[in-house]
Nanobody, 123 residues
């Protein structure tokens, strides 16, 4: 089982970035995908999640700037970020959860995790 994030780079404030998360070794479309991030010196936090089919997303804190999507034919989920700010600097992780619903923001509910990809936003 593997989740691999990619797309993290150094970007200027105001820029956009799309992260990808490719799953393998499990039935990708049987799992909701969540995105989390961890900034230096801070705890890992929930960014958002998408349900199994991709028809429902939950991005409670970043609705105006971040969008989550998925392509089950490619076993890939995406985190599209716009108007990036220096405070968005963090390691971004994707994770797989076999349940989408209340509690989707709880990290303990996730079965598989990627290794993370670094996003750095310069001012």
């Amino acid at each position: 089982v593997q989740l691999v994030e990619s797309g993290g780079v150094l970007v200027q404030a105001g820029g956009s970035l799309r992260l990808s998360c490719v799953g393998s070794g499990f039935t990708f479309d049987d799992y909701a995908i969540g995105w989390f991030r961890q900034a230096p010196g801070k705890e890992r936090e929930f960014v958002g999640a998408i349900n199994l089919s991709g028809g429902n997303t939950h991005v409670p804190e970043f609705t105006d700037r971040f969008t989550i999507s998925r392509d089950n034919a490619k076993n890939t989920a995406y985190l599209q970020m716009h108007d990036l700010k220096p405070e968005d600097t963090a390691v971004y992780y994707c994770a797989a959860n076999d349940h989408y619903g209340p509690g989707i923001a709880d990290q303990m509910g996730y079965d598989y995790w990627g290794q993370g990809t670094q996003v750095t936003v310069s001012s």
